[in-house]
């Protein structure tokens, strides 16, 4: 299998610098291998599994965290009611009733499985990807694209995790032209770098317009 060429890592570089900002960045988390920022980052990726625009999950992910619930023991001790109108004031309405359910059942599940701590997951799993991801599906409502989201996300703090390009990000990449090797795609970037990486390929695989804004950037970028 051949390697990337030149043009690969100036469609990689294009790409970072239109469209390489994290759903958790985007969501206002800063995210590190602590409680709260994974626990945050838990619950945005709850929302993203659902059909409905990354926008909205986002929003919502944003509007629970204005109305304190940052961490389990706060969402589990919310009224039903105050999830629920978290979500709507993010604009999360179609499913919000059923995920504001599932929210609170995935907090309690934290608290008396992990004492809330989602490291806790990790250490389960004992570095095996595949047994995170076992691990990961006990939450309600994290179907197996939110663990794909979370494991893109996360790869930047759990290395083990490294790299995370899955299938909705290798699409991506099919649209862009590169390389479909999860490996072979990881390299083209700095290993830090691969989560926002990761990230814009799946935006790419979601609106050919990403597509557009990198093929513009790159013929810029050469009329320098």
């Known amino acids: 299998m051949s390697g990337p060429t030149a043009a690969d890592r100036r469609t990689a570089a294009a790409l970072l610098r239109t469209h390489g900002q994290t759903y958790a960045e985007e969501a206002g988390i800063r995210l590190r291998d602590t409680p709260q920022p994974l626990y945050r980052l838990l619950v945005l990726s709850c929302l993203l599994s659902a ?4 926008s909205v999950a986002v929003a919502a992910a944003r509007s629970l965290a204005a109305a304190g619930l940052k961490d389990p023991r706060r969402m589990a001790a919310a009224a039903w009611q105050q999830r629920v109108d978290a979500l709507g004031e993010g ?4 499913y919000d009733e059923r995920t504001a359910t599932q929210l609170g059942e995935g907090a309690e599940l934290l ?7 989602v490291r806790r997951m990790r250490e389960k799993a004992r570095g095996d990807t595949g047994h995170l991801r076992e691990v990961l599906r006990e939450v309600p409502g994290l179907g197996p694209a939110g663990v794909n989201i979370f494991l893109r996300e996360v790869q930047g703090v759990w290395p083990e995790v490294h790299p995370c390009i899955d299938d909705k990000a290798l699409q991506g990449a099919r649209r862009l032209g590169l390389p479909e090797d999860p490996r072979i795609l990881a390299g083209l970037v700095e290993r830090r770098e691969t989560p926002h990486f990761a990230a814009a390929l799946v935006r790419a ?3 050919r317009a ?3 804004d990198v093929v513009d950037d790159v013929r810029r970028a050469q009329e320098r």
């Open 210 to 212: 990403v597509v557009d």
């Open 205 to 207: 695989a979601l609106d």
């Open 91 to 94: 604009g999360y309405r179609r």
């Open 51 to 54: 059909r409905i625009r990354a």
């Open 111 to 117: 608290l008396a499985s992990y004492r809330g701590d």
